[in-house]
C-alpha cells in the first residue's frame, strides 16, 4: 500500500511540476557550435577566444575554451534530449532535471569533479542535442563560478540564434 502511495504521489508530482510544452525546432545537424559565440562575447564569459580547441569524439562535434573563472565547451551531440532522458544516472551525478532553455525542451546535470562541479545544459536540437559545458576553474581571487546557472545563462544566450520550425 505504501508503494502504491508513494507511485501515486510522484505521478501527481510529475503532473504539477512538468515544463511547459516546448517550441517546436528543427534539425540542428548542422549548427557550428564553434562559432555561435563571437570573440567578444566569450570573452565577456571570462574565457579566451584563442585557448579555442576544437573537438569531435563520441559523437559530439564542437569546441572548448579555458578562461578564469571557467572552462565552456560547445557541442552538437548524436544524441537527443529524449535519449539522454532514458540513460542510467550513476553516482557521479549530483543533479539531473529536466528543463526549458527559453520554452526549448532541455536537460540540465552535474556532476562532481575534482572538487568542483561540471555542468551542462542540453537543448532539443531535433536529431541532435546541442550541449553547453560549463566547468569551474579557480579563479586569482578564489572564486569559483556556480556551474549550472551559468550555463542556463549561456544557453539562453544561444538559444535564438538556433533554428526553429516555422
Not at 35 to 48: D, F, K, P, S, Y
Request: glycine share 10%.
Amino acid at each position: 500500500m505504501r508503494g502504491a502511495l508513494v507511485v501515486a504521489a510522484v505521478g501527481v508530482l510529475g503532473v504539477a511540476c512538468a515544463p511547459q510544452a516546448p517550441s517546436a525546432v528543427t534539425d540542428a545537424r548542422t549548427v557550428d557550435m564553434c562559432t555561435i559565440l563571437t570573440g567578444a562575447e566569450l570573452t565577456q564569459l571570462g574565457v579566451r577566444p584563442d585557448t579555442r580547441e576544437t573537438m569531435d569524439q563520441f559523437g559530439s562535434v564542437g569546441c572548448e575554451w579555458v578562461g578564469k573563472p571557467l572552462r565552456l565547451s560547445l557541442e552538437r551531440d548524436k544524441e537527443t534530449v529524449a535519449s539522454y532522458r532514458t540513460r542510467q544516472r550513476g553516482p557521479a551525478f549530483i543533479t539531473f532535471a529536466e528543463n526549458a532553455v527559453n520554452g526549448r525542451a532541455g536537460l540540465t546535470f552535474a556532476v562532481d569533479r575534482d572538487g568542483g562541479t561540471d555542468c551542462e545544459q542540453l537543448m532539443d536540437g531535433g536529431s541532435v542535442s546541442l550541449v553547453v559545458h560549463v566547468a569551474s576553474t579557480l579563479s586569482p581571487d578564489g572564486h569559483r563560478v556556480d556551474s549550472c546557472p551559468e550555463a542556463l545563462r549561456i544557453a539562453q544566450l544561444i538559444e535564438p540564434r538556433l533554428p526553429k520550425a516555422s
